[in-house]
């Protein structure tokens, strides 16, 4: 369901709900690196007290930056929370944009990644060399898709140096609060939950230094 004020989906509103949730919305001076930036979210983002901001894409010109999300222009430790939503079902080398986003993190930062996951799957499904789009909506559900995962999502984030917490989001709301967000998960057996992936070190923003 769009919102018809701010343009949001209900993931962008899940994610806006989990950052406020876990007090790190009212953070201020954080470095936030906000992947393929949405509409319902980028002012929200920009407008947290402090914030020191930046967007990345490889397409989009209304980006911070114009980069490949598997070759990073950032240096290492640069931000404090990462957001990466429904990004990387597209990238053909996911595993190296996983890392990219745990090397750009600093230790104890968070880095959130949502992607349509069919946990009816015992692993993901991809082929990256597939270019014919109507084979890539029958077999991923949408034509520039390169995979559909399966539960290994968190295998592969585990792989490429993160500490995961799967919040199933919506699941565990109260239905009046999932009514008022409108936190509807997509029909079928896909679901967009939230990996909440943090740098191994003794401390992160969800965790003790709140």
């Not at 953070?27 to 930036?37: E, K, M, Q, W």
């Not at 990387?88 to 080398?93: A, C, F, G, S």
């Not at 600093?106 to 996951?117: E, F, I, T, W």
């Not at 917490?165 to 967000?181: K, N, S, W, Y």
């Amino acid at each position: 369901m769009l919102c018809p004020r701010c343009g949001s989906l209900p993931r962008q509103r899940l994610l806006w709900w989990y950052l406020c949730e876990e007090g790190i919305a009212g953070r201020a001076g954080l470095r936030i690196l906000h992947v393929a930036p949405e509409h319902g979210l980028e002012p929200r983002l920009r407008a947290l007290p402090g914030t020191d901001y930046t967007s990345v894409d490889l397409h989009d010109p209304r980006a911070t930056v114009q980069a490949d999300l598997t070759d990073l222009p950032f240096a290492d430790a640069a931000f404090d929370l990462v957001l990466c939503s429904h990004v990387l079902e597209h990238v053909p080398d996911d595993r190296r944009a996983m890392r990219e986003l745990e090397r750009v993190l600093r230790p104890g930062g968070l880095a959130v990644v949502q992607s349509p996951v069919n946990y009816e799957m015992a692993a993901t499904h991809e082929d990256p060399t597939l270019t014919d789009e109507d084979e890539r909506l029958r077999r991923f559900s949408q034509r520039d898709h390169v995979r559909v995962y399966g539960p290994d999502l968190l295998d592969r984030l585990i792989a490429a140096g993160f500490e995961v917490a799967l919040h199933d989001g919506a699941d565990r709301l109260p239905e009046a609060t999932i009514a008022r967000l409108g936190l509807d998960q997509p029909a079928g057996p896909l679901r967009n939950d939230l990996y909440a992936c943090t740098k191994r070190a003794s401390s992160s923003l969800s965790g003790d230094d709140r």
